[in-house]
């Protein structure tokens, strides 16, 4: 057993102290995680915004402008039966074309029939609206007004003419006679 006592370890010599950590190397791991954390926050949120605006782009450039009229038979319900104001005289105007056109058109106007006041307003101002209609179909060219375009047109006269309304109750335009004839 003399072996073990003269070559085994002392533990009652002096051993040197062990080096603890130094702690200001934690801090900077700790910022370096947080940037980290805030730079993939960033990201996602810049990924999320080019990813609405393209979005909102494209949903943009495949809407149709407001005065089209949707022409397929599932959209189209039954036009309701409106009171109509005839006493508007025929109109009698030239097109802008470079090879002017004669139009004459007679227009009739529907309006809801519990309107009361409506009636009396038109008939007010009807050389006003005999007169917006001659202007009207003055600056239009004869493309304009063929009869693929008819739907078009009424959305564009019935707008115009609630314009000039105290309140819009035009519910439609009704073309009694439309004739173009090339000069």
Request: glycine share 4%.
């Amino acid at each position: 057993m003399g072996d073990f006592n003269d070559g085994g370890p002392d533990f009652n010599e002096a051993t040197e102290p062990v080096d603890k950590p130094k702690k200001g190397r934690g801090g900077a791991k700790a910022i370096l995680g947080l940037l980290k954390w805030i730079a993939i926050g960033l990201g996602a949120v810049i990924f999320i915004v080019v990813i609405v605006v393209v979005t909102v782009s494209i949903l943009n450039a495949q809407t149709k402008p407001l005065t089209a009229i949707p022409t397929s038979e599932d959209f189209q319900r039954a036009t309701p039966i409106y009171a109509t104001y005839t006493n508007i005289d025929q109109i009698s105007t030239n097109t802008t074309d470079r090879e002017p056109w004669s139009i004459i058109v007679k227009v009739n106007l529907a309006y809801d029939e519990a309107d009361k006041t409506i009636q009396t307003e038109l008939t007010a101002r009807r050389y006003q609206l005999q007169d917006a209609l001659r202007n009207f179909f003055s600056t239009k060219r004869i493309a304009q007004l063929m009869p693929e375009q008819e739907a078009i047109l009424k959305e564009e006269l019935r707008e115009t003419l609630n314009r000039m309304l105290t309140k819009p109750a035009i519910k439609d335009v009704y073309f009694q006679d439309f004739k173009r004839n090339q000069m």
